[in-house]
């Protein structure tokens, strides 16, 4: 059972300044490592301010995505697209941006996802910090149910059915115990119940599940998110 270290932020601005600086000492941090990113609003904040501050990428510095819809590259909903401001002001070259290519068939666009992931660890990469999600429901990733975990042994991503109809291509538990730094970002109020089976190690709670191959987790939470017995 991983370690789970946790940090209460009074207001959602000192979550999303605090992710800033994190990201930012990641995006700097020694020679060929990578970060993983997250979808969802709470990181926008943060990808939006390095965007347009001036950035010093480490050399060889790799990003990949924890998830993303089964959408066009250009929509709104993707969360590649999502992610552009930083990705720009970054200016990586595309061998070293992981993004889903939802330009292929689904299942193709999973497979390629995947072997380009066990290239970068193949090479040598290693995943410093990693963004991940947490759903009101519980999921994080594209993982959404002890179904979608227990078809991705074996995997590092996989094609997923959402809840809400859409596809995605989602990483795995496997992929997630090759990142160093995992930390759930998590801000609303919705996310009170989620929060606290986090806290309480509830095994089925999916995103805890998820985690389970990592030697320890950070939780980021704003007061609204926070349960009541959550430490400050």
């Known amino acids: 059972m991983p370690a789970l270290r946790t940090r209460r932020f009074a207001t959602r601005a000192a979550l999303e300044a605090a992710l800033t600086e994190r990201l930012a000492a990641a995006i700097g941090a ?3 490592g ?3 990113l997250s979808g969802g609003s709470t990181p926008l904040p943060a990808y939006r301010a ?3 501050r001036p950035s010093a990428p480490a050399a060889g510095l790799a990003v990949l ?4 819809r089964y959408v066009p590259a250009d929509s709104p ?3 590649y697209c999502q992610s552009r401001p930083l990705l ?4 990586l070259p595309e061998a070293r941006l992981l993004r889903v290519r939802t330009e292929l068939p689904l299942v193709e666009a999973a497979a390629d996802y995947e072997r380009r992931l ?7 990469v290693r995943i410093g910090l990693g963004l991940l999600g947490l759903g009101a429901e519980g999921h994080t990733a594209s993982l959404f149910s002890a179904a979608d975990l227990e078809r991705a042994r074996g995997h590092r991503a996989i094609s997923v059915q959402r809840p809400d109809g859409r596809s995605a291509v989602s990483v795995t538990p496997e992929l997630l ?14 996310k009170h119940a989620a929060v606290a089976a986090l806290l309480a190690h509830d095994p089925k709670l999916v995103a805890w599940a998820a985690v389970q191959g990592c030697a320890s987790v950070e939780l980021w939470m704003d007061d609204e998110a926070a349960a009541s017995a959550a430490p400050r």
């Open 77 to 79: 909903a993707s969360n």
């Open 177 to 190: 115990a090759q990142v160093r730094e995992p930390v759930f970002v998590v801000a609303g109020a919705d």
């Open 34 to 36: 990578a970060i993983m």
């Open 118 to 124: 066990d290239e970068l660890l193949g090479a040598g």
């Open 88 to 91: 720009d002001a970054l200016g």
């Open 30 to 32: 020694p020679a060929g």
């Open 65 to 68: 995505f924890s998830d993303d």
């Open 50 to 52: 390095l965007g347009a």
